[in-house]
């Protein structure tokens, strides 16, 4: 008869916590309930965007070209003036010998924000200081005004300004390294900043400077058709809602097309095949515990597994979409300091 063992196995590990609600201080349930409350109200009902509303609660900072803020130079450069594309550059006091470029999308659901509201301009200003790197925050057209793929067009069309020598001549330092690019975005930027890249691969031939070698989506905005079990139990979730992800997606898909479209559901149906990009860059996804579209930025990343690629998934549990952008809660800082990780070491290899 077998005796008992001595070294009985270790208990199992205990569950990962869950929580009820986020965790938010009450600066920040403020500020969310107070930009959603004008988001509903600049959004009409007919499809169309209230613009001279939106800017009264739409904060903008201005450029600082001359003197320092928090370590960090920024201005403004137009890329086509026939089309109001131009991007915001901040310019980090840095001793590196070599800085990377991140070209940055910011959120706003492809309809809302810009590239000099306050929020993306102190989260800039904190990328291009703390990684370090020179950030180049683009402030592309909006829907419905101009749908898609307008905003895919002018993410790529920075990066072929950027790609010619003459015209970053001024524009960016003699440290900034052209063949070390990253793209990100959050939200709608992450979308942005996904297919900007794709695009970037299959034209890579056209590109004699620029290299993208990383690509960052926080809590990228993806959908579909389907209504996905964080859609229905988090709805209506912080400055999330599916009302509202229903109302942007209407305004930016081509008329007649539904969620399941491939700018929106991305690794859904009519997926693009991205298996043969042998360039498509290392990629990190973050998510959020209390995003109702989490359970489509998971698929993502699950996706770009199945397809091969290099990715990672990073989660905050406790948090919500677009916590980052509020720097009093900590997890903020800590995301942060993941970019500047994978940053790091997308750089080494």
């Known amino acids: 008869m077998d005796r008992p063992s001595l070294n009985p196995p270790p208990p199992p590990p205990p569950p990962p916590p869950i929580f009820k609600s986020p965790s938010l201080p009450w600066k920040t349930r403020i500020v969310v ?9 600049a959004t009409r009902p007919n499809g169309t965007v209230n ?21 960090v130079l920024s201005f403004d450069v137009i890329v086509d003036s026939s089309r109001n594309l131009s991007v915001r550059v901040f310019t980090p006091s840095s001793d590196a010998a070599s800085l990377p470029v991140l070209i940055f999308f910011h959120g706003g659901g492809f309809a809302l924000l810009s590239n000099a509201s ?5 989260v800039c200003r904190r990328f291009a200081r703390r990684i370090p790197a020179v950030v180049l925050s ?14 895919y067009d002018d993410g790529f069309d920075v990066l072929r300004f950027l790609d010619h020598e003459n015209n970053t001549v001024g524009l960016l330092p003699p440290t900034a390294d052209l063949s070390k690019c990253f ?25 004699q400077r620029a290299r993208i070698i990383g690509l960052v989506t926080i809590q990228p905005f993806f959908g579909g058709e389907e209504r996905t079990e964080s859609e229905i139990r988090l709805d209506p979730g912080y400055i999330v809602s599916m009302a509202r992800t229903d109302w942007l997606w209407k305004a930016f898909l081509p008329e007649g097309s539904d969620r399941d479209h491939p700018a929106a559901n991305v690794s859904g149906p009519n997926a693009e095949e991205i298996s043969e990009l042998e360039e498509f860059p290392a990629t990190v996804v973050f998510v959020g515990g209390f995003d109702p579209l989490k359970d489509w930025q998971r698929r993502y990343y699950e996706w770009l597994k199945d397809c091969g690629k290099k990715v990672d998934l990073i ?20 995301l942060i300091n993941q970019v500047r990780e994978f940053v790091s070491k997308c750089m080494v290899k």
């Open 138 to 151: 683009v402030d592309y057209r909006l829907s419905p005004e101009h749908r898609f793929p307008s905003q």
């Open 33 to 41: 309930s107070l930009s959603s409350f004008c988001g509903d109200l």
């Open 183 to 207: 793209l990100a975005g959050d939200s709608a930027g992450a979308n942005l900043a996904h297919h900007v890249a794709v695009r970037f691969c299959r034209r890579r031939s056209q590109f």
């Open 51 to 71: 613009r001279r509303l939106l800017r009264l609660f739409d904060f903008k900072s201005p450029t600082n070209p001359v003197k320092h803020i928090h370590g």
């Open 315 to 334: 989660e905050f549990p406790n948090m919500i979409h677009a916590f980052y952008l509020f720097p009093e809660i900590s997890e903020s800082s800590v």
């Open 118 to 122: 306050f929020s993306y301009v102190a």
